[in-house]
């Protein structure tokens, strides 16, 4: 898959992301204390949801809204994606669900792997199956990486310590190297 194709998703939950850590301040202010982990991540998912619906060219899958998982359809390609953290996949695919000993069902939802780290978020595919009847979607494997999306592309440019020194116009201040005026 194309990173190009995830394009329309990676910028909402950039912001979800950004929303999740001003949710958890706003709540240590509130309460002096801060929220468990799983209220942070069930409100990055609203979040999620919330921008889905508003997004042009996704469409929010209902059959997972009561349950806190974001699932949604990319109406340009038709492709369907079921968000999962990086960590729940690792404990899932710990756990050695063994496709071969169930009836199985084949999907063609994929789950879309989200994980955030310092250079940004990290986005990967995996194929799933489903137990016959079941609803639960398991990778078919390892996720595949598909891009990374840095927290911001409009931060300003770092400092370089090669360029020009901007107070060279300022003159003789005193204060070089051995000067005992001061």
Do not use: C
Not at 79 to 107: K, M, N, T
Request: hydrophobic share 40%; charged share 25%; no cysteine.
């Amino acid at each position: 898959m194309d990173k190009a194709h995830l394009d329309p998703i990676a910028p909402l939950l950039l912001a979800a992301h950004a929303d999740r850590h001003a949710y958890q301040r706003r709540f240590m202010d509130d309460h002096g204390m801060p929220p468990t982990s799983i209220a942070g991540w069930q409100h990055f998912r609203a979040v999620v949801q919330a921008q889905v619906l508003g997004a042009d060219g996704l469409e929010l899958d209902p059959g997972y809204l009561e349950m806190g998982r974001v699932a949604f359809v990319d109406r340009k390609t038709k492709d369907s994606f079921l968000l999962r953290s990086a960590p729940a996949l690792a404990i899932e695919l710990g756990q050695h669900q063994e496709q071969h000993l169930f009836e199985v069902d084949e999907s063609d939802v994929r789950l879309l792997v989200f994980r955030f780290d310092t250079t940004g978020l990290n986005l990967s595919v995996a194929d799933t199956w489903r137990k016959l009847g079941g609803k639960h979607l398991f990778a078919t494997g390892p996720a595949v990486l598909v891009g990374t999306w840095p927290y911001s592309s409009g931060d300003p440019e770092p400092f370089n310590q090669g360029d020009n020194d901007g107070f060279e116009g300022i003159g003789d201040t005193g204060e070089e190297e051995g000067d005992q005026s001061a």
